[in-house]
T-cell receptor, first 108, second 116 residues
Framework: QQPVQSPQAVILREGEDAVINCSSSKALYSVHWYRQKHGEAPVFLMILLKGGEQKGHDKISASFNEKKQQSSLYLTASQLSYSGTYFC?????????FGTGTSLTVIP | SAVISQKPSRDICQRGTSLTIQCQVDSQVTMMFWYRQQPGQSLTLIAT?????????ESGFVIDKFPISRPNLTFSTLTVSNMSPEDSSIYLCSVVEGSARRDTQYFGPGTRLTVL
């Protein structure tokens, strides 16, 4: 029931792009994305609702394919501040689960 | 967005003792949750704290081990009872700002617990 994220870890140079995927075995109503820096609480990034929408702000965007029960988070022109662990959270029925997490490190 | 505080921020406890963690929100919220995050792992939901009634526990978590109180819409406590080293973890409270589970969820800063 826990969504699976890929990749587990990625290292980027500043300015490079990355894609983080979140896949569920259950039909989803919504997908949430969070970023957690070491020693801190998760910080909300965005929510995507059923309907196949795409969202974005600044250089971070996401898509949600409800038929495939998948969501992807896109980070473009990465900055050092993007480093952290990214979690998707999926809502299926009234059950909410956090994904396995993706560690992203941006180096100069 | 809701501002959430937790006390204590960290503690080191002896095996067999209990610790109560407090979560305070600066506004009234309907939905409040307690999570556990073990080092390097994802977040696992312990329970939903229900105002005025017993908490709803997830599979693998029981009230005797993790009693929860929610006396009003801005405050909750989680007690970790009869602790063992396996309980060493970060405990986070979270709230949903809105009336639906799909709405934005915000987290408190967490309580880092070490059990010796």
């Amino acid at each position: 029931q826990q969504p699976v994220q890929s990749p587990q870890a990625v290292i980027l140079r500043e300015g490079e792009d990355a894609v983080i995927n979140c896949s569920s075995s259950k039909a989803l109503y919504s997908v949430h994305w969070y970023r957690q820096k070491h020693g801190e609480a998760p910080v909300f990034l965005m929510i995507l609702l059923k309907g196949g929408e795409q969202k974005g702000h600044d250089k971070i965007s996401a898509s949600f394919n409800e038929k495939k029960q998948q969501s992807s988070l896109y980070l473009t022109a990465s900055q050092l501040s993007y480093s952290g662990t990214y979690f998707c959270g999926t809502l299926s029925g009234n059950q909410f689960y956090f994904g396995t997490g993706t560690s992203l490190t941006v180096i100069p | 967005s809701a501002v959430i505080s937790q006390k204590p921020s960290r503690d080191i406890c002896q095996r067999g003792t209990s610790l109560t963690i407090q979560c305070q929100v600066d506004s009234q919220v309907t939905m409040m949750f307690w999570y556990r995050q073990q080092p390097g792992q994802s977040l696992t939901l312990i329970a939903t704290a229900n105002q005025g009634s017993e908490a709803t526990y997830e599979s693998g978590f029981v009230i005797d081990k993790f009693p929860i109180s929610r006396p009003n819409l801005t405050f909750s406590t989680l007690t970790v009872s009869n602790m063992s080293p396996e309980d060493s973890s970060i405990y986070l409270c979270s709230v949903v700002e809105g009336s639906a589970r799909r709405d934005t969820q915000y987290f408190g800063p967490g309580t880092r617990l070490t059990v010796l």
